[in-house]
T-cell receptor, first 110, second 114 residues
Framework: QKEVEQDPGPLSVPEGAIVSLNCTYS??????FMWYRQYSRKGPELLMY????GNKEDGRFTAQVDKSSKYISLFIRDSQPSDSATYLC??????????FGQGTRLTINP | DTEVTQTPKHLVMGMTNKKSLKCEQH?????MYWYKQKAKKPPELMFV???????INESVPSRFSPECPNSSLLNLHLHALQPEDSALYLC?????????????FGPGTRLLVL
């Protein structure tokens, strides 16, 4: 069993929809949680990071962490075609090694 | 500014060639990383430098040789690579924020080994 599970998709939704991306993890020692966005043939771009349970909002993006369920989510409101990318969750215990999910390929259709 | 730059953007090399990938950051980050990413897979950690010293080597074959000349620069020297080494090579740097090393990635070098 992988330490971090993420549905690779692909996920296709219409423009304007609310998108929900999720990861589950097995290591209860993980304390820090990140979401990266990666456009095709580009490097990952850090979208959000959090180290506590609850919600963190940044514009159209909300990151949610539920440590009791070992479950994290990224919500995208009013999705745009420019949000089409692969979204990677990543987490660790605070050290330098990140554990990544497989990435979810998301397409927003105009 | 959270910019990590990498050169070249693309590289094609034969199995007998020697080449180098370069990475630069001017954010004052004291940790720098090399990752390898194959298509439709997440990045795989190769090396970590902390304060210009190699702190993590993920059992990478010796045909990959990292070098950190100073706190802003990171090189990856390539020699006698195999076709299966073709991938996107990503550099990252990090700073500690609230006990967490937050990593920022460069755009990558796309390597093709013939």
């Amino acid at each position: 069993q992988k330490e971090v599970e993420q549905d690779p998709g692909p996920l296709s939704v219409p423009e304007g929809a609310i998108v929900s991306l999720n990861c589950t993890y097995s290591n209860s020692a993980f304390q820090y949680f990140m979401w990266y966005r990666q456009y095709s043939r580009k490097g990952p771009e850090l979208l959000m990071y959090t180290y506590s349970s609850g919600n963190k909002e940044d514009g159209r993006f909300t990151a949610q962490v539920d440590k009791s369920s070992k479950y994290i989510s990224l919500f995208i409101r009013d999705s745009q075609p420019s949000d089409s990318a692969t979204y990677l969750c990543a987490m660790n215990q605070g050290a330098q090694k990140l554990v990544f999910g497989q990435g979810t390929r998301l397409t927003i259709n105009p | 500014d959270t910019e990590v730059t990498q050169t070249p953007k693309h590289l094609v090399m034969g199995m007998t060639n020697k080449k180098s990938l370069k990475c630069e950051q001017h954010m004052g980050h004291r940790a720098m990383y090399w990752y390898k990413q194959k298509a439709k897979k997440p990045p795989e950690l190769m090396f970590v430098y902390s304060y210009e010293k190699l702190s993590i080597n993920e059992s990478v074959p010796s045909r990959f040789s990292p070098e950190c000349p100073n706190s802003s620069l990171l090189n990856l020297h390539l020699h006698a690579l195999q076709p299966e080494d073709s991938a996107l090579y990503l550099c990252a740097s990090s700073q500690k924020v609230a006990d967490q090393e937050t990593q920022y990635f460069g755009p990558g070098t796309r390597l093709l080994v013939l």
